[in-house]
């Protein structure tokens, strides 16, 4: 049971440039999320899925696109990077709207 | 606007030196309150969910309470692995995004 996990680690993009990074879960939650953390602020919402093949926005969604064809899995796409972008992304996933949240690991992400 | 503030941004305690750390938050209606751990390099784990004021959750060293306006995380003899940063979390009704709160950094000297 490898619960959340994220692809890449780590990348570095030049500004312009584009990438989609990938979240997978093996336990069956209907909820997915993509945060974004930057230093000295909390975790911030990007977009969210309340179930396979439906997304929504969050908090701050400009400049990504996200995708959940799959009930397990949870992309999160950058059509044209920009420094402002550079931060550490997770996803994470909950059974329900109101349960705990199980994160992944981090991807690492710097814009130059 | 919901919003959540931590204090203090970071906290240095010896080892067996008792602490708490803050939670205040204004929303419209709680949900539910949470409490995450998170290390270095990592994602953030779960530790509590909060859910009325008088609520109190306790695991290991660590005990949650919660008020109207605020959560605290009591830790008592903390040991260096409890070395951390502690996020704090609330949700509101209707709503899918817990906001959660910058951290408290914990550091505990052996």
């Known amino acids: 049971n490898a619960g959340v996990t994220q692809t890449p680690k780590f990348r570095v993009l030049k500004t312009g440039q584009s990438m989609t990074l990938l979240c997978a879960q093996d336990m069956n939650h209907e909820y997915m999320y993509w945060y974004r953390q930057d230093p000295g602020m909390g975790l911030r919402l990007i977009h969210y899925?309340?179930?396979?093949?439906?997304?929504a926005k969050g908090e701050v969604p400009d400049g990504y696109n996200v995708s959940r064809l799959k009930k397990q899995n949870f992309l999160l796409g950058l059509e044209s990077a920009a420094p402002s972008q550079t931060s550490v992304y997770f996803c994470?996933?909950?059974?329900?709207?109101?349960?705990?949240?199980?994160f992944g690991p981090g991807t690492r992400l710097t814009v130059t | 606007e919901d919003q959540v503030t931590q204090s203090p941004e970071a906290l240095r305690l010896q080892e067996g030196e008792s602490s708490s750390l803050n939670c205040s938050y204004t929303?419209?209606?709680?949900?539910?309150l949470f409490w995450y751990r998170q290390d270095p390099g990592k994602g953030p784990e779960f530790l509590f969910t909060l859910y009325s004021a008088g609520e109190e959750k306790e695991k290991e060293r660590l005990k949650a309470t919660l008020t109207k306006k605020e959560s605290f995380l009591h830790i008592t003899a903390p040991k260096p692995e409890d070395s951390a940063t502690y996020l704090c979390?609330?949700?509101?009704?209707?709503?899918?995004?817990?906001?959660f709160g910058p951290g408290t950094r914990l550091s505990v000297l052996p």
């Open positions: 979390a609330v949700q509101a009704p209707g709503g899918q995004n817990f906001v």
């Open positions: 899925s309340v179930g396979e093949g439906t997304t």
């Open positions: 994470a996933s909950s059974l329900k709207t109101s349960a705990r949240l199980h």
């Open positions: 929303v419209s209606g709680l949900r539910g």
